[in-house]
């Protein structure tokens, strides 16, 4: 075998998708790194690489080749591949061409099912270099690309033209085509402070040579490090902190290969906007950071990130000023504009605007998120004089000229105009906050009607998207459904809304235009359920999937329910008697599973005294419980259950369950059927993994 060198895959491109960036580096590493485990090509650490023209692996020790192996093969039964006079018969010896094996090395394999010809191969590895094109080759074509596009008169496809490709094992460059292009070992550095192409020598000085010599810092959390400490130190020194930098780090680092702060400002006019107006302007349109001062107000100054070092400084920000002074100056015509015309004026206009086709307008959105919200605060009891004003103008910001050039607005500027138009202010901040959570861990509704309207909105998207049949495929969710069924598990269960899921998907369902049937709730049901079990996972790393699927088994009505179940299973599991309790109850589910009984226990034919020790045990388990479950205090039902684990364990170590005399059976079967009955009341213990 030859010996291990690194490998270094590069693929240069025009700007690649700022947001994307990231996603994209990952999944082309962990693509690569599948394909090289796929292949049994040995190596050690990887490094993803990433800036705004290039994607990179680099992948240390990965050996020259695989290593041999041998696999058994498996043939036709010798009693069709050998005749009676021992010889291979036609089918023996098509075997025995087939893997190149001559007949004295045929082997016989005895199995369950009967005797089988086999032999043993061995596979010679092939070389790293022949393996790599295909791996990278895959790994590019899995990538997460929504949209995959064209250029020039070539047939290949990706996010953005690819115009360079370096593939190096070692310093031996790795010949392909990837994308249409020849790889070699040659790069590209800044695309103004570097001249002409640089040479990679070696993998290992991949991202040296880009730094010192193509003025790009390849790795991208270093480049983020250095955005947020650039950025940090720039507002500092204007006298204030940078504000929601998270929201744009990476992002700006996407962006830039060489960062270097400005600071800038603006006329202190513009302060007397909207907070928010005044933010989305400088981060949603030019990506420029903040400034606060110490009491978190916000100053007339900004930081943003230029992508190179210039030997005008003061020209770069007075660029960047001008940029911002328009924009700003268009926000504040806009917020003077819009407060001309009451929100409640702009309803009409909502028939206008088609929501989505087979769905109506805008205006039918909000009368049918109005009569959601209604039954869900009907169902909590929740009394409201304003939600349904709230609901009937929380779409009407979609139509000012505020909303239509900052749409990440929205809501929060309905909230300003409401008040501005005299609105309650439980109508205000309901509107302001129905969008709520925007995005993951974002904040929650605080508001009783911002909660119920947030539910109502977020489960109408969901159910009408269901029944026109554009559910989320694959990588495509055009709707955002994967983040609004998010949204709904994290209304229901943090903002503690004891709602039947089912109920609320039904009514959601029935709201619609046109036949809803029934399948379009279970689907509905199912999806959200996915969400649910990622979100409990993500929240707790110690919860296993088996857990979840025990309570999700039981299906609870209200996720509030279920993640009181939950989190009584989680401590049921620490207990001594959890283990054997659940391998009791994955038996009796396999009894039950082949020959049930429908009958109730007749306690007259309880005769061994394992079966009279369980009922008896039961029957006072019963007695404790049923109070218990119907208070839901689940730990402390689960508490009492695990004192049946002698009479259980006791029942199966005595007694014969399949007896011959069939009362006798099925009354035992009986027994199980209620013991499984009265576990299940919390979650299917059955499939707890605790062996």
Known sequence: ?????????????????????????DAFASGVAAGLDDARLAHGEITPYAS?????????????????????????????????????????????????????????????????????????????????????????ADLPIPRRMRWGDRDTEFVRPVHWVVMLHGEQIVKAT??????????????????????????????????????????????????????????????????????????????????????????????????????????????YFPVADASGELMARFVTLSNLKSSAPAKVRDGNERVIRPRLADAAFFWD????????????????????????????????????????ADTLAIESATLERAAALSKCDLITDMVGEFPDLQGTMGGYYARHDGE???????????????????????TNDGQVLALADRIDTLAGVFVIGKKPSGNRDPFGLRRAA??????????????????????????????????????LYAFISERLRRYFLDRDSTLATETFDAVLARRPSSLVDFERRLDALKAFIKLDEAASLASANKRIANILKKESSDSDVNPGLLADAAEVALADALSAA????????AARDYGAVLTQLAGLREPIDRFFDDVMVMADDVAVRNNRLALLRDVRALFNGVADISRLALD
């Open 52 to 140: 705004p023209r290039r994607l990179a692996v680099l992948v240390n020790a990965l050996v020259g080749d695989q290593e041999d192996r041998r696999s058994e093969q498996k043939g036709p039964p010798v009693s069709v591949a050998i005749d009676d006079d021992g010889e291979l018969t036609a089918a023996g010896q098509a075997f025995a061409k087939k893997w190149g094996v001559k007949p004295e090395d045929l082997e016989r394999t005895k199995t369950e099912k009967g005797e089988w010809l086999s032999c043993t191969v061995l596979e010679s590895g092939q070389a790293a270099k022949d393996l790599l094109p295909n791996i990278v080759a895959k790994a590019l």
């Open 486 to 523: 998010v949204a709904v598990v994290r209304l229901l269960v943090e903002c503690k809304l004891d709602l039947d899921l089912a109920a609320l998907i039904d009514a959601a369902v029935s709201a619609q235009p046109g036949a809803a049937s029934n399948e379009f709730g279970e689907e």
């Open 337 to 376: 504009n819009d407060r001309r015309t009451a929100l409640s004026a702009r309803q009409a206009k909502l028939r206008e605007v088609v929501y989505q086709r087979g769905l109506g307008s805008l205006h039918d959105k909000s009368a049918r998120v109005g009569t959601i919200a209604r039954w869900i």
């Open 1 to 25: 075998m030859s010996k291990a060198n690194d490998f270094l895959v590069e693929i240069g491109t025009e700007e690649l998708p700022p947001k994307a960036l990231r996603t994209l580096m």
């Open 178 to 287: 990837i994308l249409g292009v020849k790889s070699g070992n040659k790069t590209r550095g800044h695309r103004f402070m570097s001249s002409g192409t640089l040479v990679i020598e070696s993998p290992a000085k991949y991202a040296s040579t880009l730094e010192k010599s193509g003025k790009v810092i390849a790795s991208f959390d270093k480049r983020r490090d250095k955005v947020v400490k650039a950025a940090e130190a720039a507002a500092t020194k204007a006298g204030g902190v940078i504000v929601d930098g998270e929201a744009l780090y990476d992002e700006v680092a996407a962006l830039v290969e060489w960062p270097v702060p400005v600071t800038g400002s603006f006329d202190e006019k513009y302060l007397e906007l909207p907070r928010e107006v005044v933010s989305s302007t400088l981060t949603s349109h030019q990506r």
């Open 424 to 446: 309650a202010d439980s109508v205000a901040t309901a509107i302001a906050e129905h969008y709520l959570p925007r995005f993951s861990g974002d904040a929650l509704p605080e």
């Open 622 to 629: 019963r007695d404790t419980a049923g109070p218990l479950l």
